[in-house]
């Protein structure tokens, strides 16, 4: 049978209408993510994103269970004390987001979605709280290129990547929040550029995509790369403590499986960029550092640590150029000091 966005949005709704009546401590629970969008599928595969408040949870926690080869339930489970100050949602760019960012409501008491959602929304969208948001990952970004100048030239190979892939996703996620919400991995690069519509600079794309790979031949090397990358998946989803990290569970694997093989064919960098963050957070969780399949598919990309100092450079100008972009932006918007203003 066919899966259809509507048949989610059905399944979703019966789904947390019989859950909550099981689990009396479930308050709210909102859709959010990849089922908003008009079509949320890539090659056939999406996930549903729920956001489930509870009056009773001391630490959240997240969940993944499946629906079919073709979806699961990605469900975060947060404790109500977490939403009592209106303050600090404004300017937090996840949940904060998830609220403001017109979510559907799939159950709640007591109209506590409206309360909060009034003292938060109002202001959310100023620009000052838009900058905030941006600058949290712009201090984290920051943080990373610092950590990355430590290991260049190290056998760290995964603990370098690892940091390496986290400066830019900070990077780009501080342009995100200055018009939008923090992108997610298999639309990063597709969504980015849409971002940098709305901040006057599609350059920072290019800069994007030559940062995670320079090499239009690897398109030939699919069934090997991918060979390699599945077996890692299947194996650490199946055998390996998968209970602690659920986003690279037994049912995760069709959802980046389908999105790798359709963009090895209409958007390599994308493919790369999936590739590229599971298998370093499932070798990371592993305590590996080096893998013979790996380190071939980071030297195609000139990622090794080895390759580092070119990169080293490549960054900094990239930081640079991102920072420029959020001085600016925040001049248009009347606003002074831009990225010099961190949070601690």
């Known amino acids: 049978m066919r899966i259809t966005k509507e048949k989610l949005l059905r399944l979703s709704d019966s789904y947390i209408q019989q859950r909550s009546r099981k689990d009396r401590s479930i308050v709210c629970a909102y859709l959010t993510g990849s089922l908003l969008r008009d079509y949320p599928f890539i090659n056939g595969t999406t996930d549903v994103d729920i956001i489930m408040i509870h009056s009773d949870l001391q630490q959240p926690y997240r969940e993944i269970t499946g629906i079919s080869e073709e979806a699961t339930f990605d469900i975060y489970h947060y404790p109500r004390s977490y939403f009592a100050n209106p303050r600090n949602l404004r300017t937090d760019p996840w949940i904060g987001s998830s609220l403001c960012f017109d979510p559907i409501v799939l159950f709640g008491k007591g109209h506590w979605y409206e309360f909060v959602l009034s003292s938060v929304e109002a202001s959310f969208f100023l620009p000052e709280n838009c900058m905030q948001r941006a600058l949290v990952f712009n201090q984290e970004a920051h ?27 900070n ?22 550029i849409d971002c940098c519509n709305e901040v006057n600079n599609d350059s920072l794309v290019s800069e994007t995509i030559g940062l995670i790979t320079e090499n239009p031949s690897l398109d030939q090397y699919y069934q090997y790369y991918t060979q390699y990358w599945n077996y890692y998946f299947d194996y650490f989803s199946n055998y390996v403590r998968a209970d602690f990290f659920p986003e690279y569970g037994k049912f995760r694997l069709p959802y980046y499986q389908k999105a790798v093989e359709a963009y090895w064919e209409a958007h390599l960098p994308s493919a790369v960029w999936i590739m590229l963050n599971t298998w370093t957070h499932i070798f990371s969780a592993m305590n590996m550092e080096q893998n013979e399949g790996y380190h071939s598919f980071l030297g195609m990309n000139g990622l090794t640590p080895q390759q580092g100092m070119k990169r080293l450079e490549d960054i900094d100008h990239y930081l640079e150029q991102v920072d420029d972009t959020i001085d600016n932006w925040t001049k248009s918007h009347g606003i002074e000091g831009g990225t010099s203003i961190y949070i601690e």
């Open 143 to 169: 943080k990373y290129y610092s950590k990355l100048q430590k290991l260049v030239n190290t056998q760290y190979e995964v603990t370098y990547v690892f940091n390496y892939i986290l400066c830019i996703e």
């Open 171 to 192: 990077a780009v996620n501080s342009i995100a929040c200055l018009s939008s919400r923090p992108l997610t991995m298999r639309h990063f690069l597709q969504d980015f």
